[in-house]
């Protein structure tokens, strides 16, 4: 029989086991002083950070490099490799027709219409009669000429303002028809406002004495010394047995005579008004006038072969050589309203002695002579308010 007997287990006697001394932590010098170790910051989702280190910081044993030089493979052609440089020139000549300045092609001068500017014009060195860009026209408002126009009625059921903005619209008309300038006309600029002068063409008309105002008579002044141009005509109508007082009025050249002595000019001296001949470059900046046409102050009341009555030749007003406006007492403008066209209609034409179909188109031309030459002479406005941007 086997009997159990029930007896303490053995109790285990605890020791606390001592952790092996640690060597103290001592910080080794970099490979390279220049390019220090770095350890870059592991993104969000990564588990733990693991350093980064540059390659440059570390020196790899490289195989020693053969002291002779290798030679390219003889069976393998470097010069189809990438374009080669050859010595030589280049020959033949490139031609195109109707070509015009690299220029004028490159440039959008519609571009350069931000209302900042009254014109711009460029010209192909090449041929006169390619110009670009574009030009708005007005003319000059003041009271007294206005009253003065009222009162004596020179114009036949118009005024004065409506009758000059159809003149510059007929001459815009054509200068669009015969160049590629845009040609816009706007409304009249007052004769004694600061804007005057930025607007580089102006067209003064009178068919009566009137009086100006000092303050006129300084800003028409400025304008004529800082490259404006000016197109003053008489164009009163005149019968066959006129009088001298009739021929001319006395009142523009008054006002322009006040405005230089507003700017300290003296005629004769710093400007004066000096006859121009055929041979002037007005006449032929852009079609070749060679010979005055005759206004509307010629045509009234006389045959074809009648002598004109106005004097045959134009005034320049010329400001230190430059030629800064022209004086005119024939009446071309009226024929840029179409008045010309008018009259010519309602008389009978195999009666009446008026003329006018052989002279209009040559007015014309003379007009756009005008205004090219305002805008592409030496020093014009219209090139200093460019310049000056």
């Known amino acids: 029989m086997v009997k159990f007997t029930k007896r303490q287990p053995p109790q285990r006697i605890l020791s606390r086991r001592q952790r092996p001394p640690q060597r103290p932590l001592v910080r080794r010098p970099a490979l390279q002083a220049a390019t220090p170790l770095v350890a870059v910051r592991p993104g969000p989702s990564a588990a ?162 009137f009086d100006f105002t000092e303050a006129e008579a300084a800003n028409i002044g400025a304008y004529l010394t800082s490259g404006g141009f000016l197109f003053a005509e008489i164009v009163s109508s005149l019968r066959p047995n006129y009088s001298d007082l009739e021929l001319d009025i006395p009142a523009v050249r008054s006002l322009i005579r006040a405005g230089f002595r507003a700017m300290g000019y003296q005629e004769w001296k710093d400007w004066q008004f000096k006859r121009l001949e055929t041979t002037h470059p007005i006449y032929h900046c852009f079609y070749d006038v060679n010979s005055l046409p005759r206004g509307m102050r010629d045509m009234h009341y006389l045959k074809e072969e009648s002598p004109p009555l106005t004097p045959d030749y134009l005034e320049g007003i010329v400001v230190g050589g430059q030629l800064a406006g022209v004086y005119s007492m024939r009446g071309y403008a009226d024929f840029w309203s179409g008045s010309g066209q008018q009259e010519w209609e309602a008389f009978d034409v195999v009666n009446s002695p008026f003329i006018a179909s052989a002279e209009e188109p040559l007015v014309y031309d003379l007009g756009v002579n005008l205004v090219v030459y305002a805008l592409t002479r030496e020093g014009s406005l219209a090139q200093q308010l460019v310049d000056a941007d």
Do not use: C, W
């Open 48 to 209: 733990h950070s693991l350093p980064v280190f540059q390659s440059s910081a570390l020196r790899l044993p490289t195989a020693a490099l053969p002291e002779r030089p290798v030679l390219p493979d003889p069976n393998f052609s470097a010069r189809h490799i990438g374009p080669q440089l050859r010595v030589g020139a280049l020959e033949g000549e490139r031609q195109g027709a109707d070509e015009i300045d690299l220029a004028l092609e490159l440039m959008d001068v519609q571009a350069l219409d931000t209302g900042r500017h009254r014109a711009v014009v460029i010209v192909d060195p090449a041929d006169r009669r390619k110009l670009k860009g574009f030009l708005y026209l007005s003319n000059v408002y003041s009271s007294s000429i206005e009253r003065a126009e009222r009162e004596t009625s020179r114009r036949l059921f118009q005024n004065r303002q409506m009758e000059e903005k159809r003149m510059l619209q007929g001459l815009a008309d054509k200068m669009i028809t015969s160049t590629q300038v845009h040609v816009e006309v706007l409304d009249a600029v007052a004769l004694d406002d600061p804007q005057l002068l930025k607007v580089p063409f102006v067209l003064l008309t009178a068919g009566a004495p």
